[in-house]
Every structure is written in structure tokens, then in C-alpha cells.
């Protein structure tokens, strides 16, 4: 059941980061083709936001690896 | 000089180009067959550094009960016949327990190969700003006009724009050994028998530690202000607010030292895997499956690898980024009179 539950962690901690990640790469996007002098400024908050998304979905990610390899059972 | 540098490179890359082909046909007569890929101790921390296919035995220090034990490697430490080795891990012969273990890993290994070369090339630079050239004459060689673009941009992109004026200048140091020497540790992992030293969340926690104690060292009072008693809300939201800020200290960091870590672990992880399955189709389609997947599978490791590298450089810049940030909110001194907003 550990190996089931990692895995389906895994997939919804993807979805989530994928949703979120795609939703910045977006606004990042419109906002750069709506102003493209002000792209190097909106690369950096792109970039920083992404980090911040990524971070939460790495954390499931690692409590996945965990279940998977039984550690703390 | 510069062309005995080329040749003793090109040597070196020959060497480890022919030595992998030496080293598997040792290691496949060895082995028996059929032994499963152990993924986890690939990417996991060991005793011995790995150069050349042959492995070199690191020191041993431990405390038990009040006593040091040094010990050149793992194998000196049982023959002496004070430890016994159970499970991959050393155990006193005695029953006890060892009480703190700081034995000299591989990944320590290179954690120390990054500061070095991180040290060597800033104190090399250094002495070259120091004697002038660079600020009196324009930058020479590539080396220091590469040197020269990553410190600009560490400093402008970076320091400037996160901490708050005046006060950057303090820690740009900090932020460009930290970017320097994450890079060097990420990119250590690409080399053939390299070890990842970011892929080890000790390393990590380390080094996020470093920016948790600068951050609330310089943290102005406002920070601590808004972590003990928020300005501008009603006065039981604070019962649930300080204990939140409270929390989000250390979040910060920790969240800081995952990145990374899950980052590095992930891409050796994916290559191990994406090789493996070359192995899982040979075992269960047989061999001519196996030789069709490894058609596949080489080339996308390839592209993983270059991916790594990528990822490497910019998950040392997002650290170095964060650092910056975190460190820039703590510092950052603003008036009351901003409003609400300007809290969240």
C-alpha cells in the first residue's frame, strides 16, 4: 500500500506543480508580449515564483521517495 | 603552458573515455548475474572515493563513550577489531553505541573539492584586481572576463535589486561563494564517478543553515517586529499570526535545502532509471528488445545530462536568488505609514 500511495502522492504533487508552474509561464508570457522592455524584470519574478511552486511540489515529491523506500516504518 | 594544459586535458579525457570499457568487463566477470541495479546507493553517501574505477578508502572518526577512534578506512576499523561491520555500517564491538560519527565521506569529498576550487579561483582573481588589472586596464583572458560577468551579475541582478540599498554590499560575498560553490558541487555529479554532494540533504541543510543565521543576524527590527507583533491588525489575529511567522522562519530555510536537494537527487535518480529500463527490457522481452530501448534510452540520457547541467547551474542561481531575498526581507527597514498592503 506504501508503494501505491507514493505513487499516487507523486502524480498529484506533479499535477499541482505542472498547474501552477504553467499558470506563471502564462502570465510571464502575456505580461512580456504585452511589454517586452520590461522582459528581464519579469524573467527574474517568473523564475523566483516557479522556484517557490517547485519547492512545495519537491516536498511531496521526498515524502513519496520515503513511502516508496519504506523509511520511518 | 596553456598548450600542456590542453594535452594534459585532452590525456585526461581519453583516459576516462577508455577506462569505463576496462572497468565494466572487470565488473561483469566479477559480478554474478541477474544482481538487481541498487539505485539508492548510486546517488547514496559512502566511505571510499570513486576515481578511476578504483576506490580509495576515507578515514574513519568516531566517538564512543568519550573515546576517539581514528581509523584510515572501514576496513582498518574491523581489522582492529574494536568495530564489526553490519549491514554497510560500522557497529562497536563492544555494544555500544557510537555517539558521533564524523568520519570523512565522499560527499564531503567534494564539498570540499567545491570550496576549494571556489577559493582558489576567487583569492587567483583576487590578486589579479588587486594588481590592477581589471581596474585600471580592461579585464584579461576569458577567464576573468567570465569571472567578471558571473560577480556583475551576482552583485546588480541579485544583491542589488533584492536587499534594500546600503546594505547589499555586505553580503555579496556570501551570495557569490554560495553560487560558486553550488555550481562546482552540482556540475561535480556530471563527471564519471563524480558524486553529487548538493544530492545529500545534509549538505543542503548546511548550507540553508548559513542562510537562516545571516538572515535573522541581520534581521532590522521591523522583521522581528513582524514575526512577535504584527503591526496594523486587530490584537487577537496576533494569537494566530505570531506563531505562523514563527513557523514560516524556519519553512523558509527548510524549503530552501529541499529544493536543492530533491533538484540533484531527482536527475541522477531519472538517468539511473531511464538506463535501468534498458536492463528490464532485456530481462523480460530479451536481448533484442533490450538493444532496441538502449537506442532509445542512450540518446535521451544524453539529453538528461545536458538538462543536468542546466538545471544545475540554475537551481545554485534560485538558491543564491532566495538567500538574496529572504535575506533583503529581513534587512528591509520600511515606515508604518504604507498601509496594510505593505505587510503582506
Known amino acids: 500500500m506504501g508503494l501505491l500511495a507514493a505513487g499516487i502522492g507523486a502524480g498529484i504533487a506533479a499535477v499541482g506543480a505542472g498547474v501552477g508552474i504553467g499558470m506563471i509561464g502564462k502570465g510571464a508570457v502575456e505580461s512580456i508580449a504585452r511589454q517586452p522592455e520590461a522582459s528581464g524584470d519579469i524573467r527574474g519574478a517568473m523564475i523566483l515564483t516557479a522556484a517557490l511552486i517547485e519547492g512545495v511540489a519537491l516536498i511531496g515529491a521526498i515524502v513519496c521517495i520515503l513511502l516508496a523506500l519504506g523509511i520511518g516504518q | 603552458m596553456l598548450r600542456a594544459c590542453r594535452r594534459l586535458f585532452v590525456t585526461f579525457l581519453l583516459v576516462l573515455f577508455f577506462t569505463p570499457f576496462t572497468q565494466a568487463s572487470e565488473k561483469s566477470a566479477q559480478d554474478s548475474e541477474g544482481a538487481p541495479i541498487d539505485v539508492v546507493g548510486k546517488v547514496a553517501d559512502h566511505h571510499e572515493l570513486a576515481v578511476l574505477g578504483y576506490h580509495i578508502p576515507l578515514p574513519r ?91 556583475v551579475f551576482i552583485r546588480d541582478d541579485v544583491a542589488k535589486t533584492n536587499i534594500p540599498d546600503g546594505k547589499y554590499r555586505k553580503f555579496v560575498p556570501y551570495l557569490f561563494t554560495v553560487f560558486i560553490g553550488i555550481t562546482f558541487m552540482n556540475l561535480f555529479g556530471l563527471l564519471p564517478w563524480g558524486a553529487t554532494a548538493t544530492a545529500d540533504i545534509t549538505v543542503t541543510a548546511v548550507l540553508a543553515a548559513f542562510t537562516f543565521i545571516i538572515t535573522q543576524w541581520n534581521g532590522s527590527k521591523d522583521h522581528w517586529e513582524h514575526v512577535f507583533w504584527f503591526p496594523g491588525v486587530p490584537g487577537w489575529m496576533r494569537i494566530i499570526l505570531t506563531p505562523i511567522e514563527i513557523i514560516g ?79 533583503g526581507m529581513a534587512a528591509e527597514e520600511h515606515s508604518h505609514e504604507e498601509g496594510v498592503e505593505a505587510h503582506a
Open chain 2, 61 to 151: 572518526i568516531m566517538l564512543v563513550d568519550g573515546e576517539w577512534y581514528f581509523y584510515g578506512s572501514t576496513e582498518g576499523a574491523v581489522e582492529s577489531g574494536e568495530f564489526v561491520e553490519e549491514d554497510g555500517a560500522l557497529v562497536p564491538a563492544s555494544g555500544a553505541h557510537i555517539t558521533l560519527d564524523m568520519s570523512v565521506t565522499s560527499h564531503l569529498m567534494y564539498v570540499w573539492f567545491g570550496l576549494i576550487l571556489t577559493l582558489w579561483i576567487t583569492i587567483a582573481m583576487a590578486r589579479k584586481y588587486k594588481r590592477g588589472t581589471g581596474r585600471k586596464t580592461e579585464p584579461k583572458g576569458w577567464f576573468q572576463n567570465m569571472f567578471e560577468i558571473v560577480f
Open chain 2, 249 to 327: 522562519l524556519f519553512t523558509k530555510p527548510f524549503a530552501l535545502a529541499v529544493r536543492l536537494f530533491a533538484n540533484m537527487l531527482s536527475g541522477k535518480i531519472m538517468i539511473i532509471c531511464i538506463l535501468g529500463l534498458i536492463f528490464i527490457f532485456a530481462e523480460i522481452f530479451g536481448n533484442i528488445a533490450g538493444i532496441g530501448m538502449s537506442l532509445f534510452a542512450v540518446p535521451l540520457t544524453v539529453g538528461l545530462y545536458v538538462l543536468k547541467a542546466f538545471v544545475g547551474i540554475l537551481q545554485a542561481y534560485i538558491f543564491t536568488l532566495l538567500s538574496a531575498v529572504f535575506i
